[in-house]
């Protein structure tokens, strides 16, 4: 079960995540040893890399809107009363801008200020039944990782089946045998709704991992492709021949996808 707590932080006990999704796509990006996450050289570069995006535009929201409460930040445990975010990285770096610029001489409204010293969060202490240490996330982002791997395999496998379903439906009606012919297609439309609810496993999993932008778009089209428009295109194909021909494109596309998913898994966890 999990347990939350909403607190008010002052910005010192707070670190950057340098394992940020946002870094993953980079080319030198590298994991940061969670253990390490604390180190004043680890924080400076994910607060560089964070600064190095549009961050501007945030900084100056903040500084005319101030901090609204609303907008927690979402952060775990780490240690000696420390916590990590797991949400809300960019805003936790707009904030230690605007220090730094108040610090450098530049006028902050006093509003402002009054919040660093009581950031609104939400501390997140238990997921899934365990504690959330710090040094953890990586050993969870490999777990899933893993896991992702394993599941576009069998997405992969049961696409091999609907290839087989479908040729075989196809020349048993043309065997003028209707009774194997509709028993194959009804086993094609049922492993099909299966592969939608497999790429939905797959979309969550990557939700949790944060492999990067890329490959989270991708599981998204994957679960657009299996669950909306092999159905769509399906219907429409009872009608006009066309579509068929697009429904079989359509389902190459996401074994095509899936098989890039099962790379960038590997590669990323390894």
Not at 102 to 111: C, D
Not at 153 to 161: D, E, T, V
Not at 184 to 204: E, P
Not at 220 to 226: A, I, M, Y
Request: proline share 4%; aromatic share 8%; charged share 15%.
């Amino acid at each position: 079960m999990s347990q939350f707590k909403e607190a008010n932080l002052k910005l010192d006990q707070l670190i950057l995540d340098p394992n940020n999704f946002r870094f993953q796509d980079a080319p030198d990006f590298v994991y940061a040893d969670p253990k390490r996450f604390a180190e004043s050289t680890v924080q400076n570069k994910a607060f560089e890399r964070l600064r190095s995006e549009a961050l501007i535009p945030l900084k100056n929201s903040i500084l005319k809107n101030g901090f609204l409460p609303f907008e927690r930040l979402v952060v775990a445990p780490y240690e000696d009363g420390r916590y990590v975010v797991m949400e809300g990285n960019r805003r936790l770096a707009a904030l230690r801008w605007i220090e730094s610029d108040q610090k450098a001489g530049a006028s902050v409204p006093q509003h402002v200020m009054d919040v660093l010293d009581a950031i609104p969060v939400v501390i997140v202490l238990r997921i899934l039944g365990s504690y959330l240490p710090g040094f953890s996330s990586l050993t969870i982002a490999v777990l899933l990782l893993g896991g992702i791997q394993l599941i576009a395999i069998g997405f992969l496998l049961a696409g091999g089946i609907q290839i087989f379903l479908a040729g075989l439906g196809v020349f048993s009606f043309r065997d003028q045998d209707a009774a194997a012919g509709t028993s194959a297609y009804d086993a094609h439309q049922t492993l099909g709704f299966t592969m939608g609810g497999i790429a939905v496993v797959i979309l969550i999993a990557a939700l949790l991992a944060r492999p990067g932008a890329w490959p989270t778009s991708l599981a998204g089209v994957l679960v657009l492709q299996t669950c909306l428009v092999q159905s769509l295109l399906a219907g429409l194909a009872d009608n006009t021949a066309l579509y068929g021909g697009l429904h079989a494109l359509d389902g190459l596309l996401a074994l095509g996808i899936a098989g890039l998913l099962y790379a960038s898994a590997r590669r990323r966890r390894a």
